[in-house]
T-cell receptor, first 114, second 107 residues
Framework: NAGVTQTPKFQVLKTGQSMTLQCAQDMNHEYMSWYRQDPGMGLRLIHYSVGAGITDQGEVPNGYNVSRSTTEDFPLRLLSAAPSQTSVYFC?????????????FGSGTRLTVV | KNEVEQSPQNLTAQEGEFITINCSYSVGISALHWLQQHPGGGIVSLFMLSSGKKKHGRLIATINIQEKHSSLHITASHPRDSAVYICAVRAGNQFYFGTGTSLTVIP
């Protein structure tokens, strides 16, 4: 099925550990993005990419790295996890960058840092 | 400071009622999106608006660019409409989200 695939769905990390959240889409979308969702707050943009080889920071980029070596994949890396990064993470993609088409969201990754 | 404000935060309705959720924003936008998040957590894009009005089934979304305001209407509400509805605006390459309106429709 076409769509955005996020893995893993759940993860528990210890403070200081590193990990990569995977995001893949098979719709040939140019725009991909990562968000975190925390209780009482709206989704917040972490990083985004407007195409392969191009990434940029969103509203809350600190503590996260991204790369976009292919159109399909947009992994999010936590280099040294902190309890403040406990959140639900969503990846989303869109056909183009102007926001004129709907967005497709992944099913989310629930991350707990202890 | 929130670039996107939604109201109400919580809404309970009887099945069949007409529902309105409001969204106001403070930035210049290229598009406004309405999203639906189900209790299981999945997020679905309902509408993208840059002007005027769109309708899909029992859902209607309107936007007034001059007033920086959008509304999402649900006609003949049903318990399966129970979800969190999120307003999001696109400003350049940045995306700003409201905190959502939690809707519960009671049979």
């Amino acid at each position: 099925n076409a769509g955005v695939t996020q893995t893993p769905k759940f993860q528990v990390l210890k403070t200081g550990q590193s990990m990569t959240l995977q995001c893949a889409q098979d719709m040939n979308h140019e725009y991909m993005s990562w968000y975190r969702q925390d209780p009482g707050m709206g989704l917040r943009l972490i990083h985004y990419s407007v195409g392969a080889g191009i990434t940029d920071q969103g509203e809350v980029p600190n503590g996260y790295n991204v790369s976009r070596s292919t159109t399909e994949d947009f992994p999010l890396r936590l280099l040294s996890a902190a309890p403040s990064q406990t959140s639900v993470y969503f990846c989303a993609s869109s056909y183009e960058t102007g926001g004129l088409y709907g967005y497709t969201f992944g099913s989310g990754t629930r991350l707990t840092v202890v | 400071k929130n670039e996107v404000e939604q109201s109400p935060q919580n809404l309970t309705a009887q099945e069949g009622e007409f529902i309105t959720i409001n969204c106001s924003y403070s930035v210049g936008i290229s598009a406004l999106h309405w999203l639906q998040q189900h209790p299981g957590g999945g997020i679905v894009s309902l509408f993208m608006l840059s002007s005027g009005k769109k309708k899909h089934g029992r859902l209607i979304a309107t936007i007034n660019i001059q007033e920086k305001h959008s509304s999402l209407h649900i006609t003949a509400s049903h318990p399966r409409d129970s979800a969190v509805y999120i307003c999001a605006v696109r400003a350049g390459n940045q995306f700003y989200f409201g905190t959502g309106t939690s809707l519960t429709v009671i049979p």
